[in-house]
């Protein structure tokens, strides 16, 4: 999967603060016998209920080429994580919902227009897009992830450590900026695809692979990896690289909807109901 999120010029401040740990992990939870559950919800917020009858139904649109997110399910309707969490968050709030699919360009100016109620599409949260519309809480957040050859999977990741040793990367992502800025001793070795990346980190003419976590994830538990691989050290968060995150755009003047739709969110990952869904579209968690 290629990201949908803008990359920024870091700032020369951010590599002072980016030590030996760099990007702290987001806040998360262990699934019984399972992966890391993110948890970008803060424990200590308390949200008020939507009063009855304040949002009388939601119009949801989303794409179908942007899997896991969002695709044709085998009936050839909406089907996805977003899909899925687009619907619970309507039972949440008791309210009728309905998913359009429409194409991503296009989409935001259809958002600000209020010609939708609002989009689960994974729109760029930019200083651009929020002159236009509004954004609920973040649910999830891309990371980039190291990816090591098994028997080398539990070496320590750092700076230091990577001194010299050969990181697959695709050539142009902001992966490679990443690495650049905040591994400078390793021996990045560019790649113009992921495929490549992957298949020459699997034929060990690389020491490492670092790229995007959801991606990554799919290609370990897929049959070209072989069981070849594992995940490496923590997830890496920086949003000057990898974007603010995955948020529901809204038109600006509603409100009302915003607050229904963050409460929905808390309360779902309170119920457990979020963890569900992404346990059944990231078996292999990227976190």
Known sequence: ?????????????????????LVAPPPARAAENGPVIPDFFDPNRRLARPASGSVGSIRFTTTDDFPPFSFPGPDGQPAGFNVDLAR??????????????????????????????????????????????AFSDVYLRPAARFVARRAEATKPIGPDALAGRKVAVVKGSAHEAFLAALFPKAERIGFDTGADAEAALKNGS????????????FWLQSEPA??????????????????????????????????????????????????????????????
């Open 88 to 133: 619970a968050i309507c039972n949440e709030l008791e309210v009728p919902c309905t998913i359009q699919v429409r194409p991503f360009d296009g989409l935001l100016d259809t958002v600000a227009a209020g010609r939708v109620d609002a989009a689960i599409a994974g729109i760029a949260i930019t200083p651009d897009s929020r002159a236009k519309v």
């Open 206 to 217: 690389v020491d490492l692979l670092f790229g995007d976590g959801v991606r990554l994830a």
């Open 1 to 21: 999967m290629q990201p949908r999120f803008a990359i920024r010029t870091i700032l020369l401040a951010l590599l002072a603060a980016c030590t030996a740990g």
């Open 226 to 287: 072989g069981g070849c691989c594992a995940f490496a050290g923590g997830p890496y968060l920086e949003p000057h690289f990898f974007g603010e995150g995955l948020a529901i755009a809204l038109p600006p003047d509603r409100t009302d909807l915003r607050r229904a739709i963050d409460w929905a969110l808390d309360s779902l990952y309170d119920k457990g109901v979020f963890a569900e869904l992404y346990l059944r579209y990231f078996p292999v968690g990227y976190f």
